[in-house]
Each structure stands twice: as structure tokens, then as C-alpha cells.
């Protein structure tokens, strides 16, 4: 059965969309069937970067491997109720149609608390949570003691997570692992970096997710964009003719952040 | 009259909030009354990082300049025709609040296109949408060639800015100045840093903002935030005992931005 990844973050930059394509195209290529649910519906992050991907692969005749998208369309009803139930149906559909045919469903959740996203939430098997090394995003998790640092009650996002893990649990008897890594990471920044990960060292205790290895702040990451490619793809692309020291470390990045994981299948 | 700054983007993580206190601390600090409303009605980055200054300005007995805030809330009208007309009034009557006691009200917007954050949009006088140097958040002002880099079609949030402008245009009769300026500027980063440079200043003209000089990545933008201070804070709050080059860097960023701006009041 197909297991269900959501990048999830209410806090906006995170870098959910970053780690879905970069996550979606090493799925593939491990040789992984991968489906792709874009709900944030309006930017569309993922959704333009495979319409690039696509766009890139015809112009240059490249067979890229492309995973499955199913798109999904927010309800324009004026009342939440219909509007709600119409999206619960989208969502069934797009979920049924991409499970008969993956192995892996890579949903990129939006950046605000939506009603896809807590839909999403709920039917996730694995839930990554990217964070930006800083205490403006921790404070989405949980509140911080500014003399000592310690973590507070947890906050808004941490909630969330929360309420959805015990739907999954009534609906389908099933957990959730929630994993949370940083993301963009500085080279320099001894002290922030230092509070920060003992800040979600000790959460991660109390609120109940796993700490993964992050990702640097790596141009690599973006500058791809407008081709819809990868730092993967550029063997195949043929266009990087030599690989930088940010490049190798990239790829030990997204292989650690992979066996971190453990997501079914893949040992080995 | 007081005049209105909207810091605007829907895309997440642009660094709203950030550019959003770092500016009403300024401004207060130049001698302005500042009032703010924080639009992230679930997020409040700007609302929290207030309440992490009056707890420190208290702990420490500081006397920090705090700006007025006003609290607006999110409506939980099942009907949107409802919702939104609720939320019409909540936003005119923080307004008229703040417009009689400010020379600057600062507006902090949500990374998402919601009622408010459009209500807010119609009635800025200025807009200032900060961008990640990246074709990521690129995206959402205008698509991109892949192999000139040449700008193309305006994107989601040109096309919610330029229907903003009209219906300020159509209610007040007065013109939005709308400046747009890039964000955690990476040091390193030569080509896409020239790349998104190229496509901004191309997009400025035929989309209609001015360009403003960045704020570069720099962890004391974001270090202080759970102690509620800025680095113009650092001198009152005496812990800094010397500054270091970013610090330096960084009051020039700030200060060269000011000048941009070139808002009502302040020249000189
Ligand atoms: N590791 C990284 N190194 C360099 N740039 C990165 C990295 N991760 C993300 N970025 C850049 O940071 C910005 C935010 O990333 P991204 O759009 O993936 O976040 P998101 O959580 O999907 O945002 P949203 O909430 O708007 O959906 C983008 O400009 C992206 O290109
Ligand atoms: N110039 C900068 N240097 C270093 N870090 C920064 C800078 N600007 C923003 N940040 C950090 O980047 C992240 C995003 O910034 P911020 O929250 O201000 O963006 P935003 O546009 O308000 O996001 P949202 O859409 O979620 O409201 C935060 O972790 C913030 O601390
Ligand atoms: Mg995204
Ligand atoms: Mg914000």
C-alpha cells in the first residue's frame, strides 16, 4: 500500500517544497513509483516545478523521470460546510487514484492552516517537518524562556500535529511519525545554531517527533528551479561538467535525511 | 494622516515579519508613532515577537519603544459572505484606532492570500514585499525562460497586487508605491544572485514597483527575535558589549532602505 509522506509546515518558508521535489525525484530514482499532491493550490511550488521539469525534459529531449501528479482545486463554495465536503471528496479521489498506482505519495501542504492541509495531516504515514534555524520558526513548534532558553508550551503547529495524529488514530487505528529537520542551515551561526537544536532536542521529547539531519543553505537547493531539475538530475542533464564541494555535500545531505527516514522499502 | 505600509507576499518565509519589526523599531526610534496589526491572525510572528519585548522590556526594566498594536481577529462564520463582512469591519475599526494616534501604521500580512491580507493590500500607501534571491519565490511575481532567464508572464501575486492598486485607485483615488526588495542575500552565490538581480529589475517596469536594497542573510535579523529586541535595540539594551561587522552591515541595510522608501516625514 502506498505510504503517504506530507511536508508539513504552517510556518511559510520552511522549505517543504524544496524537500518534496528533491525527496519525490531520489524516490525515483531508487526506483520507486511516485505520486505528488500539490495543495498549496494557489502558489503551486511543486506544480511549477514539474511543469518546468516537464518543459525542460521535451525541450531537451531528456526522459527525466517525472513522478505522477494528481491536481487538486480549492472548493470556491461560500459556505465552509459545502465548501469543506467538496474538498474531502477531491481529496479521497486524488488519494485513491495515486495509491492504485505508487509506491510513495509526496503531499506539499501549504504554508497557512488550511483545511487540505489538516486533511493531509490526518492521512499522513510520515509527516517532515522542515524548519528554518531559527527561533521565528521554532515559535510556531513551542515558546522559548528568553534568559534560558528552555522550551515552553508547545504552540500552534505543534497543536495541529496533535489533533490530526489523533484522527489518524480513530480513523485508521494507525501512527504517525513525525519527523523534523532544519533547513537551510548557515555555515557561520555558532550560538543561534547551538539553542536551536538543544531547543528541539528537548522538544522533540515532549511533543513526540524524531530529529532528522538537516539540509545547508546550498544555492544548489534553488537555482534549478526554472529548469525543474535537481542536483540529481545533472548526470543525466549533462550540464554540470564538474561537481562542487556544496553539490557532494548536498547529495550526503538528501542520502542522510533518506536513511533517516527508514520509509518502508528502501533498506539497502 | 497616517500612512499605510503593508508588508506583502504571499509567498511564505519572504521575511515579512522580519523586515516588518526591524522597520516600526526604526521608525520609532527616528521620533514616529508606530502603530502595527499583525494579519497573520493564527502565526502572529509580529504580535509574539511584541509580547517577547514587553516581557523582556519588564524582566529588564528597560523602557523599550514599543509600538501600539491592534489585535484583529479571524472570523468563525461558517458563510463567507459573513465571514467577510465581519472581518470588513474588524479591519476599518483597528484602522480608525490606529490612524488617530500614528504617523505610520505597519501592517504585517499572512504568506497566503486570505480576505485580510486583501484589505490590506487595497489600502496600503506603500507595499513592501521582501523576496528570497530565488526563481522560487521569483515564481509568484512571474514566470521565468529556463534558458535565457528572460521574464515572462506575471504570476499570482503581480496579478493580486495590480487588482489591489485598482480598487485603491477606485476608493481613494490615490496610487500605491509599491517596493519591492530581496532578502537573506546570500554572500556567496554569484550567477543566480545576477540571474534573479537581471529579472527583477526587467519585471520592475512592466509590473510597475521600484527596487530597494536588500537585507543580506545575517543571524542577528532573527537571533534576538525570542527576546523581542532588534539590533538598533542592542546600544539601550547594553548587552551587547561590541558589535560585530554583520551588525554594522546590517543598521547600513536597514538605513539604506529607509532612505529608498523615501516615506512622508522623514527626510533628513
Ligand atoms: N536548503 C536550501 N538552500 C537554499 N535555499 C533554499 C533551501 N531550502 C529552501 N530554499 C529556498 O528558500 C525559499 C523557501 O523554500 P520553499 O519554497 O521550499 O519553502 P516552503 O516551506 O515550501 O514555503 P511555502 O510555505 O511558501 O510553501 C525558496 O526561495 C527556496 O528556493
Ligand atoms: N535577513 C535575514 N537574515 C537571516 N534570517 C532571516 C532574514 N530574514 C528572515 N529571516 C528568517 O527567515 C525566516 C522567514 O522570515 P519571516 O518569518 O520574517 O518571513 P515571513 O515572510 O514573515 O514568513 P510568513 O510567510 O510565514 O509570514 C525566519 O526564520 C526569519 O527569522
Ligand atoms: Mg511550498
Ligand atoms: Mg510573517
Redesign the pocket.
Known amino acids: 500500500p502506498a505510504h503517504i509522506i506530507v ?1 508539513g ?1 504552517e ?9 518534496a521535489i528533491h525527496l519525490a525525484v531520489a524516490l525515483m530514482r531508487m526506483n520507486r513509483r511516485v505520486g505528488v499532491i500539490d495543495l ?1 493550490v494557489r ?1 503551486s ?1 511543486l506544480g511549477r516545478y514539474l511543469d518546468n521539469r516537464r518543459r525542460w525534459s521535451e525541450r531537451r529531449g531528456l526522459d527525466l523521470p517525472i513522478p505522477e501528479q494528481v491536481v487538486v482545486q480549492a472548493s470556491t463554495a461560500r459556505s465552509l460546510d459545502e465548501a469543506e465536503a467538496e474538498e474531502v471528496e477531491a481529496w479521497k479521489a486524488a488519494l485513491r487514484d495515486l495509491k492504485a498506482r505508487c509506491d510513495f505519495i509526496v503531499v ?1 501542504a ?2 497557512a492552516d488550511t483545511h487540505f492541509s489538516r486533511l493531509a495531516h490526518s492521512s499522513a504515514d510520515t509527516i517532515i517537518t ?1 524548519v528554518n534555524d531559527s527561533f521565528v520558526d521554532f515559535d510556531l513548534l513551542a515558546d522559548v524562556d528568553p534568559d534560558t532558553f528552555e522550551v515552553g508550551r508547545p504552540s500552534v503547529y505543534s497543536a495541529l500535529v496533535w489533533e490530526c495524529r489523533k484522527q489518524k488514530a480513530v480513523k485508521e487505528k494507525k501512527s504517525i511519525d513525525w519527523v523534523v529537520m532544519r ?2 542551515i548557515s555555515m557561520l551561526d555558532a550560538r543561534n545554531k547551538r539553542r536551536v537544536g538543544k531547543g528541539l532536542k528537548k522538544l522533540s521529547e515532549r511533543v513526540g517527533f524524531r530529529l532528522a539531519p538537516g ?5 544548489i ?2 537555482e534549478l ?1 526554472p529548469l525543474g531539475l535537481t542536483l540529481l538530475d545533472l548526470t543525466q542533464d549533462g550540464s554540470a561538467k564538474q561537481f562542487t564541494l556544496s553539490h557532494v555535500a548536498a547529495r550526503q545531505e538528501l542520502r542522510d535525511l533518506l536513511i533517516v527516514l527508514k520509509l518502508p522499502g528502501l533498506e539497502g
Chains 1, 2 share one sequence.
Request: a positive charge; proline letters at 7%; glycine letters at 18%.
Open positions: 511536508m509546515n510556518k511559510g518558508g520552511a522549505g517543504k517544497s524544496t524537500v498549496d502558489q511550488t506539499d501549504p504554508g522542515p533547513n537551510r539540509f545547508g543553505e546550498r544555492v537547493y534553488r528551479f
